[in-house]
């Protein structure tokens, strides 16, 4: 049993960020991206987690404020536009609002939209950079459907379970966030 979990604990970071450089200039390829990696999966399912616990105007404005963002990201990472502390911004982004889920913060959507628009952006950065030369419509095209797909999971999730449950899951992201940092 040790001998299993020490093999997990030196995987962790090789499987924790889904930023490995080598992506290729399709679809499914940008599908793949987000799916790659334990920091993207986490932060998307849990901005849907958090609409969803949210409700009303919250469970299409924030899913789909992270999507433009993230559009406008990947293209600023295509580009070579540099953005600073994007990796630490894409952990940042899974502490907090795994937090924001833990404690039930209720912030008024033009509070919270603009952090959510910060995290897509640097999200899409790390897609965008790591993206292919050419070929990258059908790449973004691709990264953006799979992370609505991670949005609509976490928005399943958000609507279905409230109080105690949710609350849990956005704990476990949050601490798993931190994992994730010192990993």
Known sequence: MTRILAVILIMLPS????????????????????VGGLDHILAMVT???LAGATGGRAIWAMPLTFLAALLVGGAMG???LAIPAVEPMILASIV?????????????L????????V???AHGHAHGTEGPAAGLLGYAAGFTLATGGLHLAGLGIGLALKGLPARSLGAGTAVAGLALAFA
């Open 15 to 34: 499987v924790a960020l889904a930023h490995t450089g080598a992506h290729g200039a399709t679809f499914v390829s940008g599908v793949l991206h987000p």
């Open 47 to 49: 901005v849907g987690l």
């Open 78 to 80: 295509a580009s070579a």
């Open 96 to 108: 907090l609002l795994g937090t924001l889920v833990a404690l039930q913060v209720r912030l008024p």
């Open 110 to 117: 033009l509070a919270v939209l603009p952090a959510i628009a």
């Open 119 to 121: 995290f897509g952006i």
